[in-house]
């Protein structure tokens, strides 16, 4: 089966950056709308960010936008979500994924609902 794997989330200061990564095994990524979805202690699971393999059109949700920037890293078949200027409120657990029914095309607003399979997510605490 394709699992999805994140990596590169810690402890990080407000105003801080991380560098999370999505690869997968068996599947090559660029292929792929891959999306980043996050969650909070006590919160929904929430659509972050998105990017097309059609033309890498990006997709960030209000709350993140002109700090979070995806891309993808195609030699290392993998996914990028740079995150700057953190805040406490960026807190939670982040996840990549795949659309149930379209590949290609980010489909906004980001529905968890709409997700292939998930994988363990990689911890994201913003704190002083």
């Known amino acids: 089966q394709v699992q999805l794997v994140e990596s590169g989330g810690g402890l990080v200061q407000p105003g801080g950056s991380l560098r999370l990564s999505c690869t997968a095994s068996?599947?090559?990524?660029?292929?792929?709308?891959i999306a980043w979805f996050r969650q909070a202690p006590g919160k929904e699971r929430e659509g972050v960010s998105c990017?097309?393999?059609?033309?890498?059109?990006?997709y960030n949700t209000g709350s993140v936008k002109g700090r979070f920037t995806v891309s993808r890293d195609n030699a290392k078949n993998a996914v990028i979500l740079q995150m700057n200027n953190l805040k406490p409120e960026d807190t939670a657990v982040y996840y990549c994924?795949?659309?149930?029914?379209?590949?290609?095309?980010?489909?906004?607003?980001?529905?968890?609902?709409?997700?292939?399979?998930w994988g363990h997510g990689t911890q994201v605490t913003v704190s002083s």
């Open positions: 068996g599947l090559t990524l660029e292929n792929y709308a």
């Open positions: 994924a795949r659309d149930r029914y379209v590949r290609s095309i980010c489909v906004v607003p980001l529905d968890p609902g709409d997700v292939r399979a």
């Open positions: 990017i097309s393999s059609r033309d890498d059109s990006t």
